[in-house]
């Protein structure tokens, strides 16, 4: 050993010096010659190891660092788990084996996954977000499905799945159902239901059908309707089968065609079969032919019985006469 202005040990060995304290039982430095080592209070298994808490002003570095292990590898790490992103692979990067906890902001300049559940109080992006898939579109959307009609920002947002909703849904513009039917609300505020194929549009309650719309048209309503505004019928109306149309009949409507009150026809009325007035009432039946013209008044044709002509009756001042002269 020589301590001419160096020091200078010319063995080689695991403890070729050791720096001890007086009694010899604290070794508070330890080179190692043989490995090219140098331990802080205990013998070193590194280039350079200490034993308890070391602090620097700086820690600078132009390799990795490994915290938390022995044995380094081509990227910096906390831990000695092995990266399983194929982007983890070099000195700058940094693998996290534990958790991470950050208690004030994070700043990514390129996108950032997460493997597995991540939870943060507010979710702010001023880009699209991307949910079940790792190809980014030009809008936001969860699953990887392609837009058919024409989602192209941001703020547009396509849903490949279902989607559900427990409580209320507004929608400001229109709401479109593309393989069924399509829904909206135009500038007046109307409600238009566009069917787009072949089915009906039906509304049940618990399973039972009381509304169905058929492609052709055709309106089916199951159960009593009440039309509180009116309703205008601008072509035939029609009653089939063995039911009954009642116009204040009150409780029970007892014939094909009911009215309880009085009824005018300024047309022509035609009967196919019976015509009975006062069935259903004990009371006086009455029948009423009047016109509003102050000259002219009621006729009545009837068919003779064996069919070969008419017959008309003309009253005039109570008394009733018929006649083969058409009185029309």
Same mark, same amino acid.
């Given at each position: 050993m020589s301590t001419t202005g160096t020091f200078t040990l010319t063995i080689g060995s695991a403890t070729a010096a050791r720096f001890q304290n007086a009694a010899g039982t604290t070794t508070?430095?330890?080179?190692?010659? @043989?490995n090219t080592r140098v %331990?802080? %209070? @205990?013998?070193? %298994?590194?280039?350079?190891?200490?034993? %308890?808490? @070391?602090?620097?002003?700086?820690?600078?570095?132009?390799?990795?660092i490994q915290v938390g292990g022995f @044995?380094?590898?081509?990227?910096?790490?906390?831990?000695?788990n092995t990266a399983t992103a194929s982007d983890i692979a070099t000195t700058n990067d940094l693998l996290i084996s534990g958790n991470l906890e950050v208690d004030l902001k994070s700043?990514?300049?390129?996108?950032?996954e997460v493997q597995g559940t991540a939870s943060a109080s507010y979710f702010l992006t001023g880009n699209t977000i991307q949910v079940g898939g790792f190809?980014?579109?030009?809008?936001?959307?969860?699953?990887?499905?392609?837009?058919?009609?024409?989602?192209?920002?941001?703020?547009?947002?396509?849903?490949?799945?279902y989607l559900e909703v427990d409580s209320s849904?507004?929608?400001?513009?229109?709401?479109?159902?593309?393989?069924?039917?399509?829904?909206s609300m135009n500038g007046a505020s109307n409600f238009n239901i566009n069917l787009q194929s072949t089915g009906d549009f039906?509304?049940?309650?618990?399973g039972s059908t009381f509304f169905t719309l058929s492609d052709t048209g055709t309106l089916t309503m199951t159960g009593a309707s009440t039309f509180s505004g009116g309703v205008s019928v601008s072509t035939n109306f029609e009653v089939t089968g063995d039911n009954r149309f009642g116009i204040n009949a009150g409780a029970i409507t007892q014939a094909t065609l009911e009215v309880g009150g009085t009824a005018s026809i300024s047309g022509v009325a035609s009967v196919s079969g019976n015509f009975a007035a006062g069935m259903a009432s004990t009371g006086t039946s009455s029948f009423m032919f009047d016109t509003p013209s102050t000259t002219l008044g009621a006729c009545m044709r009837i068919k003779d019985n064996d069919g070969s002509g008419y017959t008309y009756l003309r009253v005039s001042n109570g008394v009733g006469t018929f006649s083969t002269v058409d009185c029309r």
């Open positions: 508070v430095l330890v080179v190692d010659t @043989a %331990g802080v %209070g @205990a013998a070193p %298994g590194t280039t350079f190891e200490v034993q %308890g808490t @070391a602090s620097a002003s700086y820690f600078l570095t132009g390799n990795t @044995a380094s590898a081509a990227y910096s790490r906390f831990g000695t700043y990514f300049d390129s996108p950032a190809a980014s579109a030009a809008y936001s959307r969860f699953g990887t499905a392609t837009t058919n009609r024409g989602l192209s920002a941001t703020n547009d947002l396509l849903i490949s799945g849904a507004s929608f400001d513009g229109g709401f479109e159902l593309t393989t069924f039917a399509s829904v039906i509304l049940q309650d618990n």
